[in-house]
């Protein structure tokens, strides 16, 4: 099989003749200038900004597909780009480029009710979506942290507190319209909910970050409200006993919807920032599913499983505001962790792993030794139905020795969760700060597979190139 | 992008040489007499036998890819085979070529019960991985009508009764070894139950019908039995009072398990083979996974939506044995359909298309209807709950005119669920019956896709050719 191909930043009066070619046929939905190039270059990773050349806003399927014929004939790097708010550097623009910001393609074209699905432009956000759908008694699952785009959330694989029991991007994605890197329109399946009609190319450019093709509409599955939601936090006087509790939730079949685990730390920044007043000791964020009875029970059965293991009570967020407030708290986690900061210049970065269940408390628990260990001050919680964590090690930026700290600390809990059978990333997806781990994840053969078919579909390397996989 | 590559039968002397080597190597591993051969080029679908070559029984994933370089050093082609019950002729050899049956890796190598997941052999059957399981209190959800191997079941993209509430095949793999074409060992992804860590290489063999490799492990995701299991038929004086009960249902988030359709022609067909005693109307199979109060609720909601469109009573499976022999009649059903025989030598065979589910009412009266103007006896089932449903047309082998008339009436039905915005095929796959309508379902674009996928992977088209997408 096949080595990556090289690619070099073009030389200026290449891109020059590109985005000439550009502002040629798309007027002001070109954009060159220095703020704009920088805003691209730039999410919430501390990878260093490296902008692109130009950034073009396109309004269809149609003009993305001409701006890659165009940046392909010139042979200049394509970049998507939806909210620019992933967290491994997947937006900037390591060899220059265009980025085709696709932030105004926000349209709802379809809500098929009945068929519980829906079709939206990428550069929807999770939030818009759910607004939209509010009257129709449906919704969709998907919650990263940040209000993302639909289009990122599928190009990172994303998933968030609702994983446990509607699964990821990967799940949920029924459809795709994608322009690969000839330019060409590809419709990856029908709106079906199930079919065996030949490779599954949506599941192709989910999780491929923009590397193989920029996708342009999605067609998603909803799901029905609930009729009875209750959602609580519960105490525990140890992480293992949160954890084991977990386990056998999960294995009772109970169907929770969501699980969500915070560590003492995680809980100090989350009283710091969202005001909740929990006690700061394991925590649990819960929330239960399903018909008012069988909430009821399964609530019961949860305690039940709980108190066995020192934890508990609960504390009920029954009232819908109070629920929005306690996942607001959840979901606000990455600000929440700046609020551990010793210094306001101090910056942090946020990581994940996941790592196979019964091996959950483990890492976690020499992740916090290891921390305290090396004195790196970082919070860890996480999805913990899918044995899935984030930790937020806090740095000084100016500082080369703390910076270096920090991300030991970080390679450490990599190679820590990918020991324990897990891997290096989750949900936030590789970008450019984890290519590294790749070569330790996969097997040489792996990697040349994925390289193969890189290079088949992108045989120019134009397709958001220095990302995934390396040079 | 690329055309596919043609491929031709290997000349005499190039086999005998590839199975001179072959038994050079693995002894009475390999087998080369015409009734061994024959068996391995039929399976339950109406394409002709095609036989291979030889057939080899490996033992291990190293000795699959010691049979795939010979393979390949010969330029000979390499058929996988399970239990051949595919429907769709994935088995036959039409270029000839060594079927490499995987009966004899039925090892299952893992269940690790805390994390929900096992990893097994390609022969491992259906049946027999849930035997294995018993202890356990976990199972594993996915079931086709045949006891079907793991491994056939991954690369048809297989599902079942299940799929509404578990999903199919591509929902549950967590992790494959495949043998790719160039006799490498690929493993696709570690054990963790997520991960954004590169493309989705699992994805990419699930469903790929042995055309980009051979799988030869699986890791599966298994489910806790659930603390109580309520089924019941349920029936409806019309098709649509049946659908639209089910389409509420699932828009109410009531979490059912199973739903299960079979028309009056399917009940008489039960009645025949199985003793059901059920009136011949529409009718639902349910099955209800929750708490104890949690499932007498749901079936206390679902009765109430059935009511409201003149469906009821429930026929209640509360032992587990009536339960079984009621899902065993379901699962019988391939052989039920050949009570509707006017003569013991005419014969059937089975299609499967899948519709977005508003449609399916529509889908399936028109196919009702067709039949009846065409003078064809066809009984139709489906997994309801996904829009995915079975038709058998019955036709006397011996008379042109009359096999003629059951595949016209299968190509109208593809035709039409197309026509709605459905698949040619919802879970039986391709194989080499249903190339012709992947034109019809795919753009010229995507089937493009498709083919420089297939071309980079097995470019000298070794694995498992004429299957999937057209030469």
Redesign the interface.
Same mark, same amino acid.
């Not at 799901?223 to 009729?227: C, L, N, R, S, T």
């Given at each position: 099989?096949s080595e990556q191909h090289v690619r070099n930043r073009p030389a200026s009066h290449v891109i020059d003749a590109a985005v000439r070619e550009l502002t040629a046929k798309f007027g002001n939905q070109v954009v060159t200038s220095q703020a704009v190039r920088h805003q691209h270059g730039h999410n919430l990773s501390w990878t260093p900004n490296q902008s692109p050349d130009a950034v073009v806003y396109p309004q269809s399927t149609e003009e993305v597909a001409e701006i890659v014929r165009i940046c392909l004939s010139h042979d200049v790097p394509v970049i998507p780009f939806g909210t620019g708010t992933s967290l491994e550097g997947h937006v900037n623009a390591p060899y220059g480029g265009v980025s085709v910001d696709v932030s105004q393609m926000k349209e709802i074209l379809a809500v098929? =009710?009945?068929?519980?699905?829906c079709v939206v432009q990428p550069g929807v956000t999770r939030k818009a979506l759910n607004d939209y759908l509010r009257d129709t008694?449906?919704f969709f699952p998907i919650d990263p942290g940040a209000d993302a785009s639909i289009g990122g959330m599928t190009s990172?694989?994303?998933?968030g507190t609702n994983?446990v029991r509607y699964?990821?991007m990967?799940?949920n994605v029924l459809s795709l319209t994608v322009v690969?890197p000839?330019g060409?329109?590809?419709?990856?399946?029908?709106?079906?909910?199930?079919?065996?009609?030949?490779?599954?190319?949506t599941?192709?450019f =989910?999780?491929?970050e923009g590397t193989?093709g920029i996708i342009t509409e999605i067609t998603l599955r909803l799901?029905?409200?609930?009729?009875a939601i209750s959602a609580a936090t519960c105490q525990f006087p140890t992480l293992k006993a949160a954890c084991d509790t977990v386990?056998e939730t999960?294995?009772?079949?109970?169907?929770i919807a969501r699980i969500e685990f915070v560590d003492e730390m995680s809980v100090r920044a989350m009283n710091n920032y969202s005001k909740l007043g929990l006690a700061e000791v394991p925590t649990l964020f819960l929330e239960f599913?399903?018909?008012?009875?069988?909430?009821?029970?399964?609530v019961k059965?949860f305690g039940e499983m709980a108190a066995e293991r020192g934890g508990g009570p609960f504390t009920w967020a029954t009232k819908p505001e109070d629920r929005n407030k306690m996942w607001q708290a959840r979901h606000d986690m990455f600000w929440a962790m700046q609020t551990l900061k010793p210094r306001p210049d101090m910056s942090s970065f946020a990581t994940d792993v996941?790592?196979?269940?019964?091996r959950l408390a483990d890492c976690v628990t020499e992740t916090q030794k290891d921390a305290e260990q090396h004195g790196v001050i970082s919070a860890i919680l996480g999805h913990v139905g899918?044995?899935?964590f984030h930790s937020g090690p806090v740095f000084d930026p100016k500082d080369p020795a703390d910076v270096a700290k920090a991300q030991a600390f970080a390679e450490r809990l990599v190679d820590r969760a990918?020991k324990m059978?897990?891997?290096?990333?989750?949900?936030?997806?590789?970008g450019q700060a984890?290519i590294k781990?790749?070569k330790v994840?996969?097997?040489p053969?792996?990697?040349?597979?994925?390289r193969?078919?890189?290079?088949?579909?992108d045989p120019k390397n134009i397709m958001n190139p220095g990302k995934?996989?390396d040079a």
């Open positions: 099989m098929n =009710v009945d068929d519980l699905d008694g449906l990172t694989r994303a998933s994983a699964g990821t990967k799940d690969t000839d060409k329109i590809v419709k990856t399946a029908r709106r079906a909910r199930k079919s065996s009609a030949g490779y599954d190319l599941r192709l =989910v999780g491929a193989l799901y029905g409200i609930p009729e386990i999960i294995q009772s079949g109970l169907g599913h399903g018909t008012e009875a069988g909430v009821e029970e399964q059965r996941c790592v196979p269940i019964s899918d044995g899935n990918l059978g897990g891997t290096c990333t989750g949900e936030h997806g590789v984890k781990f790749m994840e996969h097997s053969e792996t990697l040349d597979l994925m193969t078919i890189k290079r088949a579909i995934v996989l």
